[in-house]
């Protein structure tokens, strides 16, 4: 297969940055993407395809950190886009929230995928404590807008990165953060494009997120020789973005991808679920992936995504609303082949438009705890009105 | 006559409104004229369409101009919104004069701290409201003036909202060359008019149910604890009901008015009402209990959220005087049992108090916010002749859009 079935946007330089790191582990380095203002990280980065915004206005040199400024100079691109998005299920938008193109831009981008038929995952880092009240003020505005665009938000925010960064220069620090993250994404990409033994796919991600709030965070670790299986499960609930296992036990559902060598053993396999199950609160939900990769010959990664209530509650302002749970026991009717992703992906597109809003349809929405209260109520509550 | 008639301007989503009303010798408030139309160019509170609205409103003034044969030359103005809130807001001041206490001075200065509130660019102070003094971080008072003690601290509730929103009357005011004069929150106006001094003092809360937004303001402690809007209000009910049964807009509103209730009425369940053909709709029938569900839920949901927002506010849950509704959304049946329900509180239906003139604006919950504001108008007038009993009362309650 020579056409990704994903694309992998970095908007703004933390974005592009890991995408740059990204060149290294994932599947299809063709899927990368880097979009940003600034020429020079543009350069820097080596994605597949470089997007530079506001070149008219901005000579180059950034947006400043406005986020109106990178919206509208994100919007000239659309065209660009929409050609880079098209035939594409899934689109991954990474970036760093509190600043201009991470809060104007990416949603632009993510806007841009869903019109395309693809599903947008986004994934934000959050600012560092120490960068200041007005950087993180923007960043959890920028979020909402984020949670609105997005079809999932997968959140990971510097502080908890750093204190696993232990790295006392500040350039190692921010180095290692995006390693991080790198890796993780890495993980999710290969998942979902590596044949799988268990095949998980982005509407697995979508569905399990939702159900649960939108918000996620996710979390890598890795294991390297004979006992790989024991210390890809310490690295992962030691991961500060689990806040070394606390985020897990307190989770209500997860998802974990396992991807291993030709050598991993179904022994290992099942210990690894066995073990995040356990860890996981008693009447928590488990989907497990596992897929077999080359280049994974003696080392077990594993990935793993929480829903997170506590960030889902505050901060969605959810124009989506959840998935109806499938019914229990119906098989999967799609095959999970590449192939058949993409119409069901339009598929639920169509689902979210569905809700009437009458005569409230072309003003702006009332939004509150999430709710856009223009449906009626009845609907929201899902109670059901005989038409006649 | 010492004080000329005024006049007030409500442009609701449903109804725009103008009372012109004349202050009595004996004080009391007496209504002249009135002015009335379908509102057009509103959705939930807010102007949407200013041509539409424009014309909208100089009908209405004309015809009140013609009802109450006076010239208008200057309109007060009462605002909603879903985007009005309300924050408390501390000040602190030192008291200058140890020997003694707290002085008149010293109450300014800390008025004007508190009421310095940090708020987005785009919004703007719409009232500031004095709750009450502390002296030295002890129990609060209304009124330490003489007080013994080094520090002096104020708590302020700020109610400000999106301030080229609110612009929007005031501008279509000003196009029709008239004088914009106070511009004042609906729920405030609501209070003024029904409730009465023993309602403030043992804690009422007033919920004003207008056309696209649901206006409130709780009195506890004998002070103004919380206010806001919510982008909420009979429109929706309509709206849910026409999208429900598939039926036009006008429909769904006669169907709410008729048969309506916000209570399932078990007595009805099993009763059908027929709707008669019209043209391109033909005849069929409607379970009056799947009506009333659809109802219900939309105003258990909004009540539901007034209740969770004075929780919030800190607003304690002994209210003495229970809950007015007022407002054209507290003529759907059983609307005030819901509330009176949700609350665990007593409900009854306010209508404007103390004023006389024209039965059909006096006695009407429409009325209440017009009215309402009417006599803030004629407060803010008073204040500035005398410092009476009414100065007092606006000394706690201050509009800060001036008038230009």
Known sequence: ?388 | MAIPPVVGLEIGTSKTIALVGELREDGHVMIIGMGERESAGVRKGEIVDMGQTQACVRAVLEQAEENARVHIGQVHLAVTGGHIQSMVNRGTAPIMDREHGVTEDDMDQVVHVAGAVNLAQDREILHTICQHYRVDGQEPVVNPEGMDGAWLELDMLALHGIRSRIRNAVRIVESLSMDAGEVVFGGICAALATLTTEQKKSGVIVVDMGGGTTDYLAYADGVVAAAGAIGVGGDHVSNDIALAFNIPMARAERLKREHGSAIPDPAQASRRVSLPAEVGFPSRSISISALQTVIHARCDELLGMIKARLEKAGVPSRIGAGIVLTGGGSRLTGIGTLAGRIAGLPCHTGRPRNLSGLTLATDGPEYTVCAGLIKYAFMCLSERRSSDAFGVWMDRIRGMIKRR
Request: aromatic share 4%.
């Open chain 1, 1 to 388: 297969m020579t056409e990704p079935v994903l694309r992998i946007v970095g908007v703004g330089g933390a974005g592009c940055r890991i995408v740059d790191r990204l060149f290294d582990t994932v599947v299809h380095p063709s899927a990368l993407v880097a979009i940003d203002s600034d020429a020079r990280t543009l350069d820097e980065c080596r994605a597949a395809a470089k997007i530079q915004i506001g070149e008219s206005a901005g000579c180059g040199m950034g947006t400043g950190g406005d986020p109106e400024a990178a919206r509208l100079a994100a919007l000239e691109e659309k065209e660009m886009l929409r050609a880079l998005f098209a035939d594409v299920g899934m689109v991954v938008v990474i970036a760093g929230l509190g600043g201009g193109a991470g809060a104007g831009a990416a949603p632009v981008v993510m806007e841009t995928a869903r019109e395309e038929g693809a599903l947008a995952l986004a994934m934000a880092t959050l600012p560092f404590f120490f960068e200041g009240a007005a950087r993180n003020r923007a960043a959890r505005a920028a979020m909402k807008d984020w949670a609105r665009h997005a079809d999932s938000l997968l959140l990971a925010p510097n502080d908890r990165l750093a204190e696993f960064a232990d790295d006392p220069a500040l350039a190692g620090a921010f180095r290692k953060v995006n390693g991080i993250l790198a890796a993780g994404i890495g993980g999710i990409e290969k998942l979902i494009v590596e044949p799988g033994l268990i095949n998980l796919d982005f509407a697995d991600i979508r569905s399990l997120l939702n159900r649960h709030g939108g918000i996620g965070v996710f979390a890598y670790g890795e294991g390297q020789g004979a006992d790989k299986a024991a210390q890809a499960l310490r690295a992962l609930t030691g991961n500060p973005l689990l806040e070394n296992g606390r985020a897990l036990a307190r989770a209500k559902a997860v998802m974990l991808g396992i991807v291993g060598g030709e050598d991993m053993t179904l022994k290992e396999v099942g210990f690894l679920a066995q073990a995040v199950s356990e860890s996981v609160g008693p009447d928590g939900k488990m989907l497990v992936g596992t897929a077999v990769s080359s280049d994974h010959e003696g080392r077990i990664a594993l990935t793993a995504i929480v829903p997170d209530p506590a960030a889902s509650e505050s901060e969605r302002v959810a124009a989506v609303p959840p998935d109806p749970e499938p019914a229990e026991g119906e098989p999967e009717t799609n095959a999970p082949e590449e192939g058949a992703r993409l119409p069901r992906a339009r598929q639920t597109r169509l689902k979210l438009e569905m809700p009437g809003k009458g005569r409230f349809k072309d003003v702006e929405p009332t939004i509150q705890n999430g709710q856009d209260l223009d449906i009626p109520t009845y609907i929201r509550r899902g109670i059901v009105i005989g038409k006649g």
